[in-house]
């Protein structure tokens, strides 16, 4: 592909993350400099020097973005893609196309007007596992020849590659019938999964604080109105971003459709911003089935893909491939885009015996806060909080299950969120296994197995088994392959 530049619509989006901070103080100044307005005063020199300062500082930031605009190219390079910057140090990065792991394309409000597209590029890195590694924005026609063009090339075995990609590319966009529509969701679905999936935790805190606010209000105790201001900032930090979420998580849904063309799966949704993520299926390392407390109470589920690097980088998450539904209509989903993920057999629960490690350290803190809320303040705040912690270590205990299959494991965690994630053995970067000395006496083992994936999907505790099947689980890890080479044998 020839040499192109990013559309000029990023010259102006860097240009206002960089000052945004200052566009902040500013307003503020402008507010007092109204003021004075009113009064019939002139603003004052120095207001007016700060003005000046102000829009130098826009100006100068402008023309760094522009000039580095101007000065880099991307093009591809045979099966390299190319992002070369020629200023007074000149850098040239490469990145072979076989290593992209997902071809994103995100579209904001503000770039719905001037009609681009950022395609988001992530790559085979437990490095940059957490965040999008390239992120260029392009016009419509450009974002959909370079999304098309690095998907062939994925798609092309290697000995078939010297054919044509741009006539390739141009096949597959052209070709709306080789996609198949799996599922999508009407405006009432998304709406009942924002209900039935939104934060708990956000939910009894923001109950606590409203709570906390009152009773703060009404007590005369001067040390205790000290100690709960600082107290409320805190609480109020940690439970507006869940707040947050919860309530955006309609606009973030909406449309959500979910298709299938080929080895790739295609998920599309957002109102303001749509998101469209190829995620190719020999590139996927888990599929993670979850169940809110909310829904659990009416027997519904939804999944989220795990590919290499983050697929949702906006929202810190792996991208959503279905929304709640019924545990056998995901699973049929699931037969559909990948039935090699499908789980066919009744998983094995933690062992009754289990309970007891797994209640040790909850009753341990429980205690404590007992203890110190007896000593401190009020006692039976302690004995809730000892209540609250029984009841976390029994439905952790419970709720643990694990499946082994010939080729794949399934490993079910969570309190009052139930989450079961499938992972090929070939995926497995390692495993650790730990016991303490009454889970020992029981003949029972802990552990974790490690995928390469972003931080809340890396680390996967395994509950209280036999040791056993770690063992078993030990032997299907040594023996196994990668995944790709198991995927080819499916199809």
């Given at each position: 592909?020839?040499?192109?530049?990013?559309?000029?619509?990023?010259?102006?989006?860097?240009?206002?993350?960089?000052?945004?901070?200052?566009?902040?103080?500013?307003?503020?100044?402008?507010?007092?400099?109204?003021?004075?307005?009113?009064?019939?005063?002139?603003?004052?020199?120095?207001?007016?020097?700060?003005?000046?300062?102000?829009?130098?500082?826009?100006?100068?930031?402008?023309?760094?973005?522009?000039?580095?605009?101007?000065?880099?190219?991307?093009?591809i390079e045979e099966d390299t893609l190319v992002i070369a910057r020629n200023q007074l140090s000149q850098s040239k990065t490469t990145?072979?196309?076989?290593?992209?792991?997902?071809?994103?394309?995100?579209?904001?409000?503000?770039?719905r007007i001037f009609d681009v597209y950022s395609l988001q590029l992530d790559i085979n890195s437990s490095v940059t596992a957490d965040?999008?590694?390239?992120?260029?924005?392009?016009?419509?026609?450009?974002?959909?020849?370079?999304?098309?063009?690095?998907?062939?090339?994925?798609?092309?075995?290697?000995?078939?590659?010297?054919?044509?990609?741009?006539?390739?590319?141009?096949?597959?966009?052209?070709?709306?019938?080789?996609?198949?529509?799996?599922?999508?969701?009407?405006?009432?679905?998304?709406?009942?999964?924002?209900?039935?999936?939104?934060?708990?935790?956000?939910?009894?805190?923001?109950?606590?604080?409203?709570?906390?606010?009152?009773?703060?209000?009404?007590?005369?105790?001067?040390?205790?109105?000290?100690?709960?201001?600082?107290?409320?900032?805190?609480?109020?930090?940690?439970?507006?971003?869940?707040?947050?979420?919860?309530?955006?998580?309609?606009?973030?849904?909406?449309?959500?459709?979910?298709?299938?063309?080929?080895?790739?799966?295609?998920?599309?949704?957002?109102?303001?911003?749509?998101?469209?993520?190829?995620?190719?299926?020999?590139?996927?390392?888990?599929?993670?089935?979850?169940?809110?407390?909310?829904?659990?109470?009416?027997?519904?589920?939804?999944?989220?893909?795990?590919?290499?690097?983050?697929?949702?980088?906006?929202?810190?998450?792996?991208?959503?491939?279905?929304?709640?539904?019924?545990?056998?209509?995901?699973?049929?989903?699931?037969?559909?885009?990948?039935?090699?993920?499908?789980?066919?057999?009744?998983?094995?629960?933690?062992?009754?015996?289990?309970?007891?490690?797994?209640?040790?350290?909850?009753?341990?803190?429980?205690?404590?806060?007992?203890?110190?809320?007896?000593?401190?303040?009020?006692?039976?705040?302690?004995?809730?909080?000892?209540?609250?912690?029984?009841l976390c270590a029994y439905f952790s205990s419970i709720t643990k299950a694990l499946t082994l299959y010939e080729d794949k494991i399934?490993?079910?965690?969570?309190?009052?969120?139930?989450?079961?994630?499938?992972?090929?053995?070939?995926?497995?970067?390692?495993?650790?296994?730990?016991?303490?000395?009454?889970?020992?006496?029981?003949?029972?083992?802990?552990?974790?197995?490690?995928?390469?994936?972003?931080?809340?999907?890396?680390?996967?505790?395994?509950?209280?088994?036999?040791?056993?099947?770690?063992?078993?689980?030990?032997?299907?890890?040594?023996?196994?392959?990668?995944?790709?080479?198991?995927?080819?044998?499916?199809?």
């Amino acid at each position: 592909m020839p040499e192109v530049r990013c559309h000029f619509f990023s010259v102006i989006m860097k240009t206002f993350k960089s000052i945004w901070y200052i566009i902040a103080a500013f307003f503020f100044s402008a507010l007092n400099m109204i003021k004075d307005l009113k009064l019939q005063n002139l603003p004052s020199a120095s207001a007016l020097i700060g003005l000046g300062i102000f829009f130098a500082v826009i100006l100068i930031f402008f023309i760094f973005h522009l000039l580095r605009w101007w000065r880099t190219k991307i093009y591809i390079e045979e099966d390299t893609l190319v992002i070369a910057r020629n200023q007074l140090s000149q850098s040239k990065t490469t990145v072979k196309l076989s290593s992209i792991s997902t071809v994103n394309l995100q579209q904001n409000l503000f770039e719905r007007i001037f009609d681009v597209y950022s395609l988001q590029l992530d790559i085979n890195s437990s490095v940059t596992a957490d965040k999008t590694d390239f992120n260029l924005i392009f016009d419509d026609q450009l974002a959909f020849a370079f999304k098309d063009y690095i998907l062939a090339y994925i798609n092309e075995p290697s000995q078939e590659r010297t054919a044509s990609l741009e006539h390739k590319s141009e096949v597959i966009k052209s070709d709306p019938a080789a996609e198949e529509d799996i599922i999508s969701f009407r405006f009432k679905d998304v709406i009942l999964h924002c209900i039935l999936s939104f934060s708990i935790a956000g939910f009894i805190s923001t109950i606590a604080l409203i709570c906390a606010v009152i009773w703060s209000f009404n007590n005369d105790n001067p040390e205790i109105s000290r100690m709960i201001i600082p107290t409320l900032l805190s609480i109020g930090v940690a439970t507006i971003p869940l707040i947050y979420k919860s309530i955006t998580a309609f606009f973030l849904y909406y449309d959500f459709t979910l298709k299938k063309s080929g080895d790739k799966v295609l998920v599309s949704y957002g109102l303001f911003t749509r998101r469209q993520f190829t995620l190719p299926l020999d590139k996927t390392n888990a599929l993670v089935i979850k169940q809110p407390l909310q829904a659990r109470f009416f027997n519904l589920a939804y999944g989220e893909i795990i590919n290499i690097g983050l697929g949702d980088a906006a929202n810190h998450q792996a991208p959503l491939f279905c929304l709640l539904v019924k545990p056998e209509v995901l699973q049929h989903v699931i037969h559909q885009i990948a039935p090699e993920f499908v789980l066919d057999k009744i998983p094995e629960h933690s062992p009754k015996t289990a309970l007891i490690p797994t209640f040790i350290p909850w009753a341990f803190f429980g205690i404590l806060a007992v203890i110190g809320f007896t000593v401190f303040f009020k006692g039976w705040i302690g004995w809730l909080i000892l209540v609250f912690f029984s009841l976390c270590a029994y439905f952790s205990s419970i709720t643990k299950a694990l499946t082994l299959y010939e080729d794949k494991i399934s490993i079910t965690t969570g309190i009052f969120q139930k989450r079961t994630i499938t992972v090929f053995y070939g995926k497995i970067q390692n495993m650790s296994v730990r016991y303490g000395p009454i889970s020992h006496k029981l003949g029972l083992y802990k552990g974790n197995v490690s995928i390469l994936s972003s931080v809340a999907n890396k680390i996967n505790a395994i509950g209280y088994f036999p040791k056993e099947r770690f063992q078993a689980i030990e032997t299907q890890i040594i023996s196994h392959d990668s995944f790709a080479a198991q995927y080819q044998q499916h199809q």
